[in-house]
């Protein structure tokens, strides 16, 4: 699964929201993209050093980060909460 819609998947069971959704929601696209780059990284340093270790934390807490500003997103965007998406 692409990690985009990874995270759709994610924020799903609390919104209406699809992949289509990303082509209408730049705000929401652009949290997605970011997360996919987190979840990249993640994966590019968890077979690295121990120092590498430290790198894979913080990218792991930027991307709870985004899951949550997704989730808030999502929350305060009426068209999420009729299902006008």
Same mark, same amino acid.
């Given at each position: 699964?692409?990690?985009?819609?990874?995270?759709?998947?994610?924020?799903?069971?609390?919104?209406?929201?699809?992949?289509?959704?990303?082509?209408?929601?730049?705000?929401?696209?652009?949290?997605?993209?970011? %997360?996919?780059?987190?979840?990249?990284?993640?994966?590019?340093?968890?077979?690295?050093?121990?120092?590498?270790?430290?790198?894979?934390?913080? %990218?792991?807490?930027?991307?709870?980060?985004?899951?949550?500003?997704?989730?808030?997103?999502?929350?305060?965007?009426?068209?999420?909460?009729?299902?006008?998406?």
């Amino acid at each position: 699964m692409d990690d985009s819609y990874h995270l759709l998947a994610i924020i799903a069971p609390t919104a209406r929201t699809g992949p289509a959704t990303l082509k209408y929601d730049a705000v929401l696209r652009q949290l997605c993209e970011d %997360y996919e780059a987190c979840m990249e990284a993640i994966r590019h340093w968890s077979s690295g050093s121990v120092s590498d270790l430290v790198r894979v934390a913080e %990218y792991r807490r930027l991307a709870a980060e985004l899951e949550l500003e997704a989730r808030r997103h999502v929350g305060s965007t009426s068209a999420y909460k009729s299902g006008d998406t």
